[in-house]
């Protein structure tokens, strides 16, 4: 369990203010950090129960995307850059690197594409869950209706209420949500919801941002990075996710120098349906990482 936890604020190569926590335990702190991202939409807290069983010498930095849990939202987005450049950043200026890159969802993807670009940045690699649909060499597919259609719920998804108790309520009763575990959720209602001076909350992620980044998910570009990454990686996959098919976490595995794949109970929202089960994983990918199993000296 983190004994210590250290909000802090951060500014970015563009000027943008990011926000995100330090989180420790009680024994001394041992290298390598971690640097945990979130997915589209999701606040670092919704993460923090997954993560408490993290050993004691553990040292997780957990960042708040642009536009996420309270940090600064960008004006526009076209692309990914800016957030990748926002971690980049904060490992040179804030960490002890080589650290270790993790991340769900989006962020997984982030941390793939920074270990490939800046290798002496990352000593390991934890994904869990990167949205890949497409099997490696495949021709670049077109969005889907069905892909298209997610995109537009997301551009119009409910993003007030009258007060944080009528949020909770709402998303309790929500298809996306009702899985979650009440402390997931209840972090979510905390830090992924801002106040107006009225009282009612909305949404810190404006749809328009989640739209946009659902819109620009790499596909055949996630192999390429693959094949220049150097360090060892552990891929989480929820059992019954839609999001990363067992077949194509296999094909970007094989595309990895060394890797493996960790099966973990739920959903593509498995961090937050699945606590204790997903930081059991997690502990074991940062044993795999550390190098106190045979895989990351092999």
């Known amino acids: 369990m983190f004994d210590d936890e250290q909000p802090f604020r951060f500014r970015g190569p563009d000027g943008l203010e990011l926000t995100g926590h330090v989180w420790s335990g009680a024994e001394s702190p041992r290298l390598p950090e971690l640097l945990f991202s979130p997915g589209n939409g999701f606040p670092m807290q919704v993460y923090r129960p997954a993560l408490e069983g993290l050993p004691a010498d553990a040292v997780v930095h957990a960042i708040n995307h642009r536009g996420h849990g309270g940090s600064e939202v960008p004006g526009q987005l076209s692309d990914w850059d800016g957030l990748l450049a926002d971690l980049?950043?904060?490992?040179?200026?804030?960490?002890?690197?080589?650290?270790?890159?993790?991340?769900?969802s989006m962020g997984s993807m982030l941390a793939l594409r920074l270990a490939a670009e800046a290798p002496a940045l990352a000593a390991g690699l934890l994904l869990l869950e990167p949205p890949l649909h497409e099997r490696r060499g495949k021709p670049r597919a077109t969005r889907t209706p069905e892909h298209e259609a997610f995109i537009e719920r997301s551009r119009n998804r409910r993003d007030t209420w009258?007060?944080?108790?009528?949020?909770?309520?709402?998303?309790?009763?929500?298809?996306?949500?009702?899985?979650?575990?009440?402390?997931?959720?209840?972090?979510?209602?905390?830090?992924g919801l801002v106040e107006a001076p009225d009282g009612s909350v909305r949404l810190a992620t404006p749809p328009w941002l989640e739209a946009a980044l659902y819109e620009t998910v790499p596909q055949q570009t996630v192999y390429q990075w693959a094949e220049q990454v150097r360090?060892?990686?552990?891929?989480?996959?929820?059992?019954?996710?839609?999001?990363?098919?067992?077949?194509?976490?296999?094909?970007?595995?094989?595309?990895?120098?060394?890797?493996?794949?960790?099966?973990?109970?739920?959903?593509?929202?498995?961090?937050?349906?699945?606590?204790?089960?997903?930081?059991?994983?997690?502990?074991?990918?940062?044993?795999?990482?550390?190098?106190?199993?045979?895989?990351?000296?092999?």
């Open 88 to 104: 980049r950043a904060y490992v040179e200026q804030r960490m002890h690197a080589p650290v270790i890159l993790a991340g769900h």
């Open 231 to 298: 360090c060892p990686t552990v891929l989480l996959r929820g059992l019954e996710s839609w999001a990363a098919p067992a077949e194509v976490m296999e094909d970007l595995a094989d595309a990895l120098p060394v890797a493996v794949v960790l099966p973990v109970p739920g959903t593509h929202t498995f961090p937050m349906e699945h606590p204790a089960e997903t930081g059991h994983s997690v502990t074991k990918a940062l044993r795999i990482l550390r190098g106190e199993t045979g895989l990351a000296a092999t």
């Open 162 to 191: 009258a007060s944080r108790e009528e949020a909770a309520a709402w998303f309790a009763g929500s298809v996306g949500y009702r899985q979650w575990s009440p402390e997931a959720r209840a972090a979510f209602v905390a830090e």
